[in-house]
């Protein structure tokens, strides 16, 4: 499954609306050995001006940008 190339130190929130969904979603599991667990479905997200975003939706139904793709 793609990966960025880039990702922020921490996710941003962004406006769905201003982006096509492109691809996923690919469910991303961490923190298991250490009690902190994250489950995210992460999409790639074209942007209006074509960047390829790294894109989550949280469990409070906010989506979030991640990462960019070179």
Known sequence: SLRPVWLLAEPNPVNVEQYTL???PVRIASGWEDQGAINRDYYVA???NHAL???????QKKWMWHGIFA
């Open 22 to 24: 492109i691809k996923g």
């Open 46 to 48: 074209r942007t209006g």
């Open 53 to 59: 975003h790294w894109i989550f939706r949280t469990p």
